[in-house]
């Protein structure tokens, strides 16, 4: 397996998984050029002794930059607003995606982290019943659950929107990034939801974002 040459960011996973475009999305915003090497389910790969050594979790993404490894969404994400200040040298211009003051960088953490550990779990069975199963492979009251447990977490998350326009503040953040992935496959499996003001407001104002176009207009695969 080929890592990578001089300034090449390379990124294994395939194009619709949540947790590889969370990290091309970034890349779109931050004009990051980068090579996508199709890897998980039906492309394999990510179950390969080579592949393991560079993440021995079997999961995709996984990035190799110049031949650093890093895998986990999120601390990828991070590294790369990093990467970015390094090169652009005393920071990039715009902080705003990821703030570099504790406090703004802690809220954008602090919503990233209950992506993965509540709104996510939340929402995957429900996205995993409904787009890739097969309807005898259903199983109903699950999914019922699951969709409860998400109701659950978009009151949340409906309730931090209404005392700020983004996730984690008044600009977009990382931590919107996530949310708008979930949000797109909770807006678009046949069920029911209930009716979230601020969610919808917050929803509309990411749907014209260039990221979302891209990663949020296919059908759900
Ligand atoms: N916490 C990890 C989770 C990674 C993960 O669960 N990736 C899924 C795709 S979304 C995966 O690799 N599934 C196996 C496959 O695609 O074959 C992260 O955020 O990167």
């Known amino acids: 397996m080929r890592i990578s040459k ?17 990290v091309l999305w970034l890349c779109e915003d931050l004009n990051i050029p980068y090579e996508r090497i199709d890897a998980g389910m039906e492309h394999g790969v990510n179950k390969t002794p080579e592949y393991l050594k560079i993440n021995p979790n079997g999961l995709v993404p996984t990035i190799s930059d110049n031949g650093f490894i890093l895998w986990e969404s999120h601390a990828v994400m991070r590294y790369l607003i990093r990467r970015n200040d390094n090169k652009s040298g005393s920071g990039s211009a715009d902080n705003s995606i990821y703030p570099r ?84 496959r909770w807006f678009n499996i046949p069920i029911d939801r209930p009716d979230f003001k601020n969610l919808n407001r917050w929803y509309s104002r990411i749907g014209e974002r260039a990221g979302f176009k891209r990663y949020c207009s296919s059908p759900l695969t």
Not at 6 to 22: D, F
Not at 108 to 130: E, I, K, S
């Open 101 to 184: 003051d504790s406090k703004g960088s802690s809220l954008v953490d602090q919503w990233l982290d209950w992506t993965n550990t509540v709104a996510w779990p939340a929402m995957r069975p429900l996205f995993w019943g409904w787009v890739r199963l097969k309807p005898e492979e259903r199983n109903l009251q699950d999914l019922e659950n699951s969709r409860q447990l998400m109701i659950k977490a978009l009151s949340m998350f409906d309730q931090q929107l209404s005392v700020s326009t983004y996730a984690a503040g008044e600009e977009f953040t990382l931590a919107d990034i996530p949310m708008a992935l979930i949000a797109y």
């Open 6 to 22: 001089l300034n090449e960011l390379r990124i294994w996973g395939r194009e619709n998984s949540i947790n590889v475009q969370k």
